[in-house]
C-alpha cells in the first residue's frame, strides 16, 4: 500500500499544479482596486470587455464584503475565511463545450491580517484562449 501511495504522490502533485493556466496573489487594503486584464481569443464587442476588477470594502465579524465588477456587470459577495463559503467563481467565456472546457476565474480569500486581506486569483483556461495580464 505504501508503494502505491509514494507512486501515485507525484502525479497527484503534477496534475494539480498544471490545473491552473494562471495564478495571483494580493495583499489589499481598504477600497484598493485590482484591475485584471483579460484579453480574449475573439475582437472585443464594448468597451469593458475583458476587465475584471475587485476591491473589498468592510471586514466585519470575519467577513469580508467583496465588489467585482466584470465587463460591467457588477456584483456583491460575502465571504468567509471557512472553507466553501471564501470562494467567488466567474465564468470568464461563455462559449465552451461542456464543463472541463470552461473558462474561469476563482477569488479566495485567504486571511485578514493589520487591516488588510490577502486575495488569491487562479484562472483556468483549458483551451488557452485568453491572455491575462495581473495589475
Known amino acids: 500500500m505504501n508503494r502505491v ?3 501515485l504522490f507525484p502525479i497527484l502533485l503534477w496534475s494539480e499544479s498544471s490545473f491552473w493556466s494562471y495564478t495571483y496573489s494580493y495583499t489589499l487594503k481598504k477600497d484598493e482596486v485590482v484591475n485584471i486584464s ?3 481569443d475573439y475582437l472585443p464587442t464594448k468597451k469593458s470587455d475583458g476587465k475584471l476588477k475587485f476591491r473589498w470594502t468592510l471586514y466585519s465579524g470575519k467577513k469580508l464584503v467583496l465588489l467585482v465588477d466584470y465587463e460591467g456587470f457588477k456584483k456583491q459577495y460575502l465571504l468567509e475565511s471557512r ?3 471564501n470562494t467567488v467563481k466567474i465564468n470568464l467565456i461563455g462559449d465552451f463545450q461542456g464543463i472541463k ?3 474561469f476565474a476563482l477569488i479566495i480569500f485567504k486571511k485578514f491580517k ?4 490577502t486575495l488569491d486569483v ?3 483556461d483549458p483551451k488557452s484562449r485568453m491572455e491575462v495580464r495581473f495589475k
Open 5 to 7: 501511495f509514494l507512486l
Open 38 to 40: 483579460i484579453k480574449k
Open 83 to 85: 472553507y466553501k463559503r
Open 101 to 103: 472546457n470552461q473558462a
Open 114 to 117: 493589520n487591516k488588510k486581506a
Open 122 to 124: 487562479n484562472i483556468r
